[in-house]
């Protein structure tokens, strides 16, 4: 897996597929090799980047703070690197955020949006939202990753036969360093592009899971501030779609993506 200097800090990424770029960002805790269920399929029609955000999976881990707008330039300065001038974006979670804030950036370079149970605002402003970002915190403060990866997974997949699924997200979000975690955590909270992703003009595909953490409510209000968004709920899916939800997610955004 390569590797590249971008913004003072190691990052690296996977490449593989030919065709149209396809930037595909991962969610917290987790990496680029988020994306084993899709990469076989989506590299038949297009050119994969798969990065490891700035302190997650093998890139450098240097203090924080983070910051959303740090993730999206960190991943351009990538792009600039790799020669690729633009790009279909495709986020999951932690991921979503990322994307939108690199289609702010940067509009033009921008081809096709996929969204993937993430929001525009990471404000913690309803119970729920400021329940989510506090309890995480929390049980990484009082019972450390691993124990606390633990507890995600069993939410994230509950029933038996997900099990080496629930073991994945162990593995992967136990094995983080607690700092660069809770780092990650603190530069979603509190982030939002919901006052400017009105000037969003390329094509938007949302997946949203309908037990995800967040509302389905809240996400398809979201979906209407975009100019061209198209909203798509994925039915008896939790947070983790891309892993159980594989086929249908994988035909979603295949369609969307190619789609003349």
Same mark, same amino acid.
């Given at each position: 897996m390569p590797a590249t200097q971008v913004n003072g800090t190691s990052i690296h990424y996977d490449r593989e597929g030919r065709g149209p770029p396809l930037l595909m960002i991962h969610g917290l805790g987790s990496s680029g090799d988020d994306w084993a269920?899709? %990469?076989e399929e989506f590299a038949r029609q297009f050119t994969l980047i798969m990065p490891d #955000? %700035? =302190?997650s999976g093998r890139s450098a881990k240097p203090p924080g703070p983070y910051s959303i707008v740090q993730f999206a330039a960190d991943l351009w300065a990538l792009l600039d690197a790799l020669g690729?001038?633009?790009a279909n974006l495709l986020g999951f979670s932690l991921g979503g955020a990322v994307a939108q804030e690199m289609a702010l950036a %940067?509009? !033009?370079r921008v081809q096709r949006l996929v969204l993937c149970n993430a929001l !525009?605002?990471?404000r913690t402003d309803t119970p729920r939202k400021w329940l989510e970002a506090r309890m995480q915190v929390a049980l990484v *403060? #009082? #019972? =450390? #990753? %691993?124990r606390t990866a633990r507890l995600i997974a069993n939410r994230l997949f509950p029933h038996e036969h997900q099990a080496p699924k629930r073991q994945r997200v162990i593995d992967v979000v136990g094995a983080n360093p607690k700092a660069a975690y809770l780092s990650?955590? *603190?530069a979603l909270v509190g982030w939002s592009a919901l006052e400017r992703i009105r000037s969003i003009a390329c094509p938007v595909l949302i997946l949203a899971a309908e037990f995800d953490y967040t509302s389905l409510a809240e996400k398809r209000a979201e979906a209407a501030h975009f100019p061209h968004a198209e909203f798509v709920v994925i039915e008896d899916s939790r947070h983790g779609t891309p892993f159980d939800a594989t086929e249908e997610f994988n035909a979603r955004v295949l369609e969307f993506l190619t789609c003349v």
């Open positions: 269920f899709q %990469r #955000l %700035r =302190g690729i001038e633009s %940067r509009p !033009a !525009a605002n990471y *403060h #009082l #019972l =450390g #990753l %691993r990650t955590i *603190h």
